[in-house]
C-alpha cells in the first residue's frame, strides 16, 4: 500500500512491521494526553450506541453550543469538523488565492493540503540556533512577497514554542497589512490556555482559529476539532463541509470531555510537572539538547554520534517509539520529538535512552 503522509503515531503500521501487537509499542511518537480520555468518555459513548440508528446531527448543535460557551463566543463563530485535519484541507477552499506562506518547521498537512489543492506553498524558516524565535520583521518582509494564506501553529509542533498574545498580535497586524488570511493553528493551546489568541483572531476577522480535541482528551481514534473564526467566516468553512463528517460517538465523546473540569485542570497539570521532569531528565544525557516546550511534547536535538532516526531504530528494538524529525522542513537528521506521557513510561525512555547513546 502507498504511503500518503509522513506522521508520529504509526503505531499500527510499526506494529505490523515488528510482528507485535499494538500494545506492546510504548508510543512516544504522536503528542497525546498521558492520561488517556477523560473517564466520562467510555461510558457516554457506550451510551448512545443506540442512536447509531441515525445521522448524525450535522450542526452538532449541543457540542458546538458547549464550545461557544468555554470560548466565550456566539454558537456561529464555530464550525466543527472530523479532526481539525479536516477543516485544514477545507482552507484552500475557503480562501481565494493560490499562494500560501507556512512558518515553519511545522505540520506537515497543511502544505499536503495546499499542494491537493494546487497551491503553490512557500515556507518562512524559524531556526533552531534562535530556538524558534518569531522575527516579526523577517516575516512581514517575506509576506510582502505577497500571499494569501499565511500558517502559524501555536504552541509549533514539532518545536514545542509557545508565542505570546503579543506576538500573535503583530503576526495579525502583518496579515491586516498585507491583505493574507491567518490560519492559526492551536491544536495544542488547551495544555496553556491563557496563552491563546483566539478572541484576537475571531474579533478581528481576519483568519481562522484551528482547535483540536484529539489531544489534550485523548482519543485521536475518534477525530474531532474545530474552526473558531467570525460568523461569515465560519459558514464559509462549514459550506464547505460534506455532511454528517463529525459522527455521534464523538459529538458524545466531546460533551463528554467538557463536562469534566477537574480532568482539565488535572491534566495540565500532570502534563507542566512531567514534562519539567523529562525535560530535564533529557538536559542531562550526553549528546542531547532539549529545546523548551509548552504542550506534551518535546523536542530535542542529538549533538553527535547519532542520528534521529538511528536513535528511532535504537528504541525500537526496546519497543519504544519515537518521531524522527528529520522529515520536517527546517529540520534535520539530528532532531527528534518525544511526547510526554506518565512518570513511569517517562523514566523507562529517560533509561533506554542513556543506554543507546552510552553504546553509541
Ligand atoms: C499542529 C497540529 N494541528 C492539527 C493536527 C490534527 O489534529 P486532529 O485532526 O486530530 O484534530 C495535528 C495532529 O497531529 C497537529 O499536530
Given at each position: 500500500m502507498t504511503k500518503t503522509f509522513d506522521h508520529g503515531g504509526t503505531v499500527f503500521a510499526t506494529a505490523r512491521s515488528l510482528g507485535i501487537d499494538v500494545g506492546e509499542l510504548v508510543d512516544f511518537s504522536a503528542s497525546i494526553n498521558p492520561l488517556g480520555p477523560p473517564p466520562g468518555v467510555r461510558e457516554s459513548v457506550a451510551a448512545v450506541f443506540d442512536r447509531l440508528v441515525h445521522y448524525p446531527d450535522s450542526d452538532c448543535t449541543r457540542l458546538a453550543g458547549l464550545l461557544a460557551e468555554r470560548h466565550g463566543v456566539p454558537t456561529d463563530c464555530l464550525c466543527l469538523g472530523n479532526g481539525s485535519t479536516e477543516l485544514i484541507y477545507l482552507i484552500p477552499?475557503?480562501?481565494?488565492?493560490?499562494?500560501?506562506?507556512?512558518?515553519?518547521?511545522?505540520?506537515?498537512?497543511?502544505?499536503?493540503?495546499?499542494?491537493?489543492?494546487?497551491?503553490?506553498?512557500?515556507?518562512?524558516?524559524?531556526?533552531?540556533?534562535?530556538?524558534?524565535?518569531?522575527?516579526?520583521?523577517?516575516?512581514g518582509t517575506d509576506l510582502a512577497r505577497g500571499y494569501d494564506l499565511l500558517f502559524l501553529c501555536n504552541p509549533g509542533n514539532p518545536t514545542g514554542r509557545l508565542y505570546s498574545r503579543e506576538e500573535v498580535a503583530g503576526v495579525i497586524d502583518l496579515c491586516r497589512e498585507q491583505g493574507t488570511l491567518l490560519v492559526l493553528d492551536e491544536a495544542f493551546m488547551d495544555f496553556c490556555e491563557e496563552a491563546s489568541a483566539k478572541d484576537l483572531v475571531v474579533d478581528g476577522g481576519c483568519g481562522v482559529v484551528l482547535r483540536s480535541m484529539t489531544k489534550f482528551y485523548g482519543f485521536p481514534g475518534l477525530r474531532l476539532g474545530y474552526a473558531l473564526a467570525e460568523p461569515s467566516l465560519a459558514a464559509r468553512l462549514a459550506a464547505l463541509r460534506p455532511p454528517w463528517s463529525v459522527n455521534t460517538l464523538a459529538q458524545e465523546a466531546g460533551l463528554a470531555a467538557l463536562a469534566d473540569p477537574e480532568y482539565a485542570k488535572r491534566t495540565r497539570a500532570y502534563v507542566a510537572r512531567e514534562r519539567e521532569r523529562l525535560a530535564a531528565g533529557l538536559a542531562a544525557l550526553r549528546g542531547v539538547e532539549v529545546y523548551p516546550g509548552a504542550a506534551n511534547y518535546?523536542?530535542?536535538?542529538l549533538t553527535y554520534c547519532m542520528t534521529g532516526a538511528e536513535l528511532q531504530r535504537a528504541l525500537l528494538s526496546r519497543r519504544l517509539l519515537i518521531r524522527d524529525c528529520a522529515g520536517f522542513a527546517?529540520?534535520?537528521?539530528?532532531?527528534?520529538?518525544?511526547?510526554v506521557r506518565t512518570r513511569q513510561e517517562n523514566e523507562l525512555l529517560l533509561a533506554a535512552l542513556g543506554e543507546v547513546l552510552r553504546e553509541s
Open positions: 477552499r475557503l480562501a481565494a488565492g493560490s499562494r500560501a506562506l507556512l512558518i515553519a518547521p511545522t505540520f506537515s498537512e497543511y502544505g499536503r493540503a495546499l499542494h491537493l489543492a494546487g497551491w503553490q506553498c512557500d515556507r518562512h524558516f524559524f531556526s533552531a540556533s534562535s530556538r524558534f524565535a518569531l522575527d516579526l520583521d523577517a516575516l518535546l523536542l530535542a536535538e527546517g529540520l534535520d537528521g539530528r532532531f527528534f520529538r518525544v511526547a
